[in-house]
Nanobody, 116 residues
């Protein structure tokens, strides 16, 4: 079965940085486009960034220039480097297949809180 485990979240002041990690198992990771998603309190889950097998990346307009997605296929891991964080980035962050997430792949997520 597929398991995606997110980590690296925490509490950070506005302007700070965090690096999220997502370790995957049970899938052919190197063949799977992966993405990061987030769900803020009271809001629907949204796509943040995606990376294809050949490392082509896409970003939501709200994070362009601040977030960087990357992957290490040898480690079955995808990362999200988040810089210049804003209070509106506060959310639970998840990784999943991209651009269409799988209902069965959702993990517990990692919580990011940005204080003003």
């Amino acid at each position: 079965q597929v398991q995606l485990v997110e980590s690296g979240g925490g509490l950070v002041q506005a302007g700070g940085s965090l690096r999220l990690s997502c370790a995957g198992s049970g899938i052919i990771f190197s063949l799977t486009p992966m993405g990061w998603y987030r769900q803020a309190p009271g809001k629907q889950r949204e796509s943040v960034a995606g990376i294809t097998r050949d490392r082509t990346t896409t970003y939501a307009d709200s994070v362009k220039g601040r977030f960087t997605i990357s992957r290490d296929n040898a480690k079955n891991t995808v990362y999200l480097q988040m810089n210049s964080l804003k209070p509106e980035d506060t959310a639970v962050y998840y990784c999943n297949a991209y651009p269409v997430p799988s209902r069965t792949y959702w993990g517990q997520g990692t919580r990011v809180t940005v204080s003003s």
